[in-house]
């Protein structure tokens, strides 16, 4: 037990739920952010915190809007949270109807096959002969590889009863931080 409270600062442990949700609240409070995902918190020691996070901007926005948003929060967060910032801007189509009820389908179909999934990213490239849905799916740690091609095969099949036009291109990353503590 000394050992590890002693390392856990050292080779770094898991983000508090408190900084978790302060961090992601604070960047979402922001006119022009849409939404946050992919927080990591990195510590390298008791005062010194750096991290990361993906937020979502509209695709409308101008690009020079958008990075100026990002560069005020990045400031902003080091001088009212004590933290170095790092965001990855991520475009998202927040205009196209089509996009949003499809991404509000592929949403509730996730969570009718498993409440822990979630989804961010979302892409919709409509083809001449398929309508291409991209996106990455937050699935729990413990899923493996066979577990994630499950499910995107019951998706897909679940969305070509609607229509086989649709095909999904999804990118899986493991949710280090429990979905029931995110609701909390």
Known sequence: GIVRDTMEPLIGGAVPLELYHEIEDFVESYDGIEDTHDLIVHNYGPTKSMATIHAEVSCEQDVMVSHSIIDRIERDAQKKLGICLVIHMDPVDTESEEAVLTRHKVVTILQNLDPRLSIHDFRMVNGEQDFHLMFDMVVP????????????????????????????????????VSQADLRK
């Open 141 to 176: 740690f413990e899923f493996d590889q066979e577990k994630c091609e499950d499910i995107h095969k019951r998706l897909e099949n679940i969305l070509h009863l609607e229509d086989a036009r649709y095909r999904c291109t999804i990118t899986y990353d493991k949710s280090f």
